[in-house]
């Protein structure tokens, strides 16, 4: 009977791990790996009878299997004139809100033009800064650095005022200063709302970096430049690898976020699995 | 029923310092309290000439309805809120003197956990935060481990503040309270969210501990048995404008269990705080 039970046991344990082993393997991975798949034969089928509107997968893999050197060495200078202009941009951001949520005057006086500087198209004021700073990273860290600048100015300022009354409270009860709030209460409260927006601000700077490569012409680094000289001379291959690397790009810098969140952030509830 | 001992109440006098309690012991005298709120065309006096006498030790309780004014009154005496006229003293200092040395622990109504620290570390946080200060009480200070095992939390000492039940979170919050050894407590209803029978287990381990520690506390609350089981000293206030009505003393013996819970003695106060409620619900003016 007792070893009947144990094996019973150890059955159900086995099959729980089956069950989940299959529910990992074949619910997370199949759907997105044949809605992939589709679209690759979809492309591939297009692009086989109009040649001149897209290039075959192919042609497109043999690019990276020819010159991969090129794509490596243009990944990185776009890569860093994302991700270094990122950085500046939500620091900045981070730092303006810190100012406008404990100065409510600052914030009166400096959300209009941060608003202004939104809603103005970053793209017509990519070739004037080119003009100003001339051919190298510069210009690009700015025209990535505003792209992320109110998104993450946005999220900074409701993440500064999550924090729960009471807690505040209790903080004031202590005598903490505002570095104290700052430091142990505001910044930790505030970023869940960080990371939502750092995972929206990397992939706009990639956007930004791009942008910024497109108006300096005549440059010739980066990924950007490298689809500008392409499409002139009308080099469909070129172009689209040049695009799946960016698109790579996007998503591993996503991926960097999304890890870095499941880390700092276990003791927030969006980085629980649904499934508990 | 005859006005036993228990239920000898005084009628707060209008104006003066309410000297039955003034003993000349260095406690916490709140002296003509007024707070206005104003919201656009509409004023409302919150807490109307406040005048209270807390002894070092005592266990003071203010009940009322919603809308008396006990949480503004107490968080005028936590320093939250500034009064329009009248003042506190805290054993002698200003309110935000108090503060500043540490010697006021706040207990809000919900536990107000922060959810990335363990329980452990969220009791660590007052000592962490304004570290340069005197500490509070005589000096000493508890080691989070040691109070936190003290408070029946030994077993979740690494856990979230998510992990637990909403009594061991309210619980860690009174720990929190507790460990920089305030010189008086303020609990704003802090087990209102219990259920009943989690309620009364955190009574009774907060009875435990105040009666181990001799802590001056305030504490708010709404629950009539809960005040009765708890107090020193009733503070009965009325509402609109917020103001204390009466000022009942609880001469009942402690510790005060089940046994003393049934006795006539018990009831005839439970009695006298609802009347004092019911008249001011009868009268409304």
């Known amino acids: 009977m007792t070893s009947n039970s144990g094996g019973d046991l150890r059955s159900a344990q086995v099959n729980a791990g089956r069950d989940r082993w299959r529910a990992l393997n074949i619910q997370l991975w199949v759907p997105p790996l044949v809605g992939f798949g589709l679209i690759v034969v979809v492309w591939q089928l297009y692009a086989v009878h109009n040649p001149y509107v897209i290039p075959t997968v192919f042609q497109i893999v043999d ?17 860093r004139e994302a991700v270094v202009g ?9 730092l303006f809100a810190v100012l406008m949520s404990h100065v409510r005057v600052l914030e009166r006086a400096l959300m209009p033009l941060v608003v202004v500087l939104n809603v103005t198209p970053i793209v017509a ?28 100015l946005i999220n900074s300022l409701v993440g500064l005022r999550s924090p729960d009354p009471e807690v505040l409270d209790v903080f004031t009860t202590l ?56 499409a002139s001379q009308a080099n469909l291959k070129i172009v689209y690898a040049s695009v799946v690397v960016l698109a790579l790009l996007g998503v591993s810098v996503t991926f960097v976020v999304v890890m870095l969140q499941r880390r700092l952030l276990s003791w927030h509830s969006s980085s629980w699995t649904r499934s508990q | 029923m005859p006005e036993s001992d228990a239920t000898r109440v005084s009628r707060h006098p209008a104006k003066s310092t309410n000297d039955v309690y003034a003993t000349g012991d260095d406690g916490v005298s709140i002296s003509g309290i007024w707070k206005t709120f104003t919201t656009r065309n509409e004023r409302t006096v919150a807490v109307q000439d406040i005048n209270l006498q807390i002894r070092r030790g005592q266990f003071v309780t203010i009940i ?75 000096g000493r200070q508890s080691d989070p481990r040691e109070l936190l095992e ?4 030994g077993a979740v000492l690494d856990r979230r503040p998510h992990e637990l039940s909403g009594g061991m979170q309210q619980r860690v919050a009174i720990a929190r309270a507790f460990v920089f050894d305030p010189m008086i ?16 287990a955190q009574r009774r381990g907060l009875l435990e501990l105040w009666q181990s520690n001799q802590k001056t506390v305030l504490f708010i609350t709404h629950s009539v048995a809960e005040a009765v089981e708890l107090s020193d000293v009733i503070v009965v206030m009325s509402p609109q404008p917020g ?11 402690r510790p005060r269990g089940n046994l003393v819970e049934n006795s006539d003695p018990f009831h005839a106060v439970e009695v006298a705080i609802r009347r004092e409620l019911r008249r001011n619900w009868n009268q409304p003016e």
């Not at chain 2, 949480?71 to 805290?90: E, F, K, M, W, Y």
């Open chain 1, 63 to 79: 690019q990276f299997r020819t010159q991969p050197s090129l794509y490596w060495h243009d990944m990185l200078v776009t890569l």
């Open chain 1, 86 to 94: 990122a950085s500046c941009g939500m620091a900045a951001a981070f």
């Open chain 1, 125 to 152: 004021i990519a070739p004037g800064l080119v003009i100003a700073f001339g051919f190298g990273f510069t210009p690009k860290y700015i025209i990535a650095g505003v792209i992320v600048f109110f998104p993450f």
């Open chain 1, 175 to 230: 005598h903490a200063s505002w570095w104290e709030v700052l430091w142990r209460l505001e910044l930790p409260s505030s970023l869940p709302y960080l990371f939502a927006a750092a995972r929206i601000c990397l992939p706009l700077s990639l956007i930004g970096a791009v942008v910024a490569e497109f108006s300096a012409a005549g440059q010739t680094t980066g990924l950007g430049s490298l689809i500008e000289t392409a």
């Open chain 2, 64 to 138: 009322g309805p919603s809308g008396c004014g006990k949480s503004t009154l107490l968080r005028i005496v936590a320093g939250l809120l500034s009064p329009d006229c009248g003042s506190v003293s805290i054993f002698g200092e200003t309110v935000s003197h108090a503060a500043e040395s540490k010697h006021i622990g706040f207990v809000p109504q919900t536990p107000a956990l922060l959810p990335w620290r363990t329980v452990t570390e969220n009791v660590q946080l007052p000592l962490q935060v304004n570290k340069y200060s005197t500490s509070g009480g005589d």
């Open chain 2, 150 to 153: 003290s408070f029946g939390l």
């Open chain 2, 185 to 200: 407590l303020l609990m704003d209803e802090p087990f209102s969210a219990l259920d009943e029978f989690t309620r009364e």
């Open chain 2, 243 to 253: 103001r204390i009505q009466a000022v009942i003393p609880v001469d009942l013996p």
